[in-house]
């Protein structure tokens, strides 16, 4: 069997295992689209309020964004490791010619599938309950890369995760102390003007920050932010991406071949 194929057959067996569980497929669409009605339509934002929601209902589109891209692949690859791991999966795989890196891929295009419909509604909600003001242009369509190489970049970081933890309750605890911290601290719901100014490099060293910084350039007609912000879309795209290739390759390796 070609690259190609050994990737697909992987890629529809993850697909269909994905959607037998109903739960994780609930969850996955409703725990974002629960935040966008909690924050945008009840809590509601405040402009010129000052503290957290002080800026228009548009600044806060990459968090909820984000919340897709970073929380389903830490927590799917890394439980998927870990059930693998468990079901002496990974000792079958070692027989046959699929490597770490395919294995890894066909379980990326999965996420891929499932976070950008999952993204495309929390767009389509995000518009229409909260009345957020998108600027409608050619350049809105980088959004479908940055999610893809967001997601890629988050399935190489699941994928380590799932490394070195022992358990499938030790992968959520883990993908949850890592994602948590970074989706209020990488430039999403909190304002870079409400950290203090010695945590600004720290924020600049967060992977999603990049991701954050570049969706607002394409979706809010006056961002701000600090640090790196003023690298536009395109600078911030070119980071995610250099991130992410060494994401991938780090978490290629570390997808077991055999316990």
């Not at 037998?20 to 935040?35: G, I, K, Q, Y």
């Not at 002080?54 to 692949?73: E, K, R």
């Not at 030790?170 to 203090?196: C, E, K, R, W």
Request: aromatic residues 10%.
């Amino acid at each position: 069997m070609s690259r190609v194929g050994r990737v697909r057959a992987e890629t529809v067996a993850a697909g269909r295992s994905f959607l037998r569980r109903r739960t994780a497929v609930f969850f996955t669409f409703f725990f974002p689209l629960l935040l966008v009605l909690i924050f945008g339509v009840l809590v509601r934002t405040q402009p010129g309020g000052g503290g957290l929601f002080a800026q228009p209902d548009a600044y806060y589109l990459p968090g909820y964004l984000a919340t897709v891209v970073l929380f389903t692949p830490l927590s799917r690859v890394g439980s998927e490791i870990a059930r693998h791991r468990d079901g002496h999966r990974f000792e079958k795989l070692a027989t046959t010619p699929l490597t770490r890196g395919e294995w890894l891929l066909a379980h990326t295009l999965v996420n891929v599938g499932v976070i950008g419909v999952a993204s495309l509604l929390v767009f389509a909600l995000v518009t229409l309950v909260t009345g957020a003001s998108i600027p409608i242009t050619a350049d809105l369509l980088l959004l479908v890369p940055f999610v893809v190489v967001g997601v890629v970049l988050f399935c190489g970081v699941g994928s380590m995760l799932g490394r070195v933890s022992d358990t499938q309750d030790g992968v959520i605890a883990a993908s949850n102390s890592v994602a948590l911290p970074l989706l209020f601290l990488s430039d999403t719901f909190v304002p870079p003007a409400l950290l203090p100014d010695w945590f600004l490099p720290v924020v600049n060293l967060s992977p999603l920050t990049y991701f954050s910084r570049g969706v607002r350039a394409l979706t809010f007609e006056t961002p701000t932010g600090a640090g790196l912000a003023g690298l536009g879309a395109a600078g911030n795209l070119a980071i995610l991406t250099a991130l992410a290739l060494v994401a991938f390759g780090v978490g290629a390796a570390a997808v077991p071949r055999g316990e």
